[in-house]
């Protein structure tokens, strides 16, 4: 048996079945699901989640992934929802059910109840028709043409398509209410990802006293010894009122050396870059990494408000940050 063969297949028809979802989705169905959840969300509210078999445990995850990204869900155990945990609904929620059937007795049973409460339902669905997507008051269809399961009858590329959708969702919805890098931090203090995220360019960056700093006037040569005593690959070159007016590199050397025959005894400022690219103390690590990449440099200069060089972040004092 060509084991990779038959692997290639499964991801293939998963694949095939995204696609056909992403190219398939109603455009106003899907608005309509976003903006319940964004006004459930500003209103305090939260979403109810609820499935039963495989498209329950997509539900769990999906209820993580909102909850982590600043929209409350909890998930509602279909079987035990009329002994007790009903309690967790309140009026202003939002009840956002998996069923790809639509015709699960667990989940139907719980329907009633429900409309007694003020709430919206959202269902997820792979049969509109269903007596799921009748109650909706969104349906989303997931529906897929095959399951990757060669006998046709496990659940993958419905349960594929269920926790795609139900990600474009939650991401959907975050970028509508303004989450940000700072809102995800809040969420994830733990772990090496809370770590990247709470830390501030000020707690990591290299402080005044190891960054080299000169004036446009100094020779390259003398900028080149305070480089090399400081440990770093650039120099900040200020103003008379301690500015920043440009930074000299490692780079700027290397572009003007064959060129400029007397580069070490004339003035830094002929060969510096006016206006680099820098970054507030205050500002989260992760953005400076952000900039480095973005940029394709390898030193960033620190400045205060006054844009005076208060530190520098050196590639290499973020390596801890680059396997997150």
């Known amino acids: 048996m060509d084991y990779l063969s038959k692997a290639r297949r499964v991801i293939g028809i998963e694949a095939d079945e995204l696609r056909r979802l992403a190219e398939n989705l109603d455009g106003t169905a899907f608005a309509r699901a976003v903006d319940i959840l964004k006004s459930c969300a500003e ?31 909890v998930v509602l155990n279909s079987l035990n929802a009329l002994h007790g945990d009903l309690g967790l609904v309140t009026d202003g929620d939002v009840i956002l059910a998996f069923s790809y059937g639509g015709e699960t007795d667990e989940l139907l049973n719980i329907l009633p109840p429900l409309a007694r409460f003020d709430v919206k339902l959202i269902a997820v669905t792979g049969r509109p028709e269903s007596t799921l997507g009748q109650a909706a008051d969104v349906v989303l269809n997931v529906a897929v043409s ?67 700093v000169a004036d446009p006037d100094t020779k390259v040569m ?75 440099i390898d030193d960033l200069i620190v400045v205060d408000e006054d844009n005076r060089p208060v530190g520098i972040i050196d590639s290499q004092d973020l390596s801890r940050l680059q396997g997150v």
């Open 43 to 73: 209103s305090r509210g939260k979403v109810v989640v609820c499935g039963v078999g495989k498209s329950g445990h997509i539900g769990d995850k999906i209820a993580a992934t909102l909850t982590s990204t600043g929209s409350t869900a």
């Open 222 to 296: 003398e900028v080149l010894k305070k480089m090399t005593k400081c440990r770093t690959g650039a120099a900040a070159i200020v103003d008379a009122d301690g500015k920043l007016a440009g930074v000299f590199t490692h780079g700027d050397l290397a572009r003007h050396y064959q060129t400029h025959a007397d580069l070490g005894t004339s003035p830094v400022g002929n060969f510096m870059t006016r206006n680099p690219v820098t970054i507030r103390g205050d500002k989260l690590a992760a953005e400076a990494l952000h900039v480095l990449k973005t940029h394709r």
């Open 146 to 212: 095959q399951e990757a399961c060669p006998l046709n009858l496990a659940p993958t590329s419905s349960t594929t398509s269920m926790l795609a959708l139900g990600d474009a969702l939650a991401m959907v919805l975050l970028e509508a209410r303004g989450f940000n890098q700072e809102d995800f931090a809040r969420f994830h203090p733990g772990g090496s990802l809370g770590r990247v995220l709470l830390t501030r360019v000020s707690q990591i960056m290299r402080e005044s006293t190891r960054v080299a």
